[in-house]
Nanobody, 115 residues
Framework: QVRLVESGGGLVQAGGSLALSCTTS????????MGWYRQALGKQRGLVAR???????YDTDSVKGRFTISRDNAKTTVYLQMNSLEPEDTAVYYC?????????WGQGTQVTVSS
């Protein structure tokens, strides 16, 4: 059974930091690309950052220089370190992967940034 479980969200003041984790099971983690997405209230879900199986990373422009995606293949976990948070970063954050033709999402973790 494939499981993706996010954790680490919460309420933080603008300028603060949060570290999200996504622990996975049931997948060949080290062979897969992983992504973090977010969905703000009333908006579509969009990509935040991706990390390829080789370790190459991609960040969307809005988070460049502030967010860092990383992975630990031994722990089958992907991380998102978020610094210099802004109210516009408020959203539910989801991790995602595609495995054996299936598109898998976690349940999400809420991040709220107060001004």
């Amino acid at each position: 059974q494939v499981r993706l479980v996010e954790s680490g969200g919460g309420l933080v003041q603008a300028g603060g930091s949060l570290a999200l984790s996504c622990t996975t099971s049931g997948i060949n983690f080290s062979f897969l690309d992983m992504g973090w997405y977010r969905q703000a209230l009333g908006k579509q879900r969009g990509l935040v950052a991706r990390i390829l199986r080789e370790g190459d990373t991609y960040d969307t422009d809005s988070v460049k220089g502030r967010f860092t995606i990383s992975r630990d293949n031994a722990k089958t976990t992907v991380y998102l370190q978020m610094n210099s948070l802004e109210p516009e970063d408020t959203a539910v954050y989801y991790c995602n992967t595609i495995f054996n033709g299936g598109n898998y999402w976690g349940q999400g973790t809420q991040v709220t940034v107060s001004s």
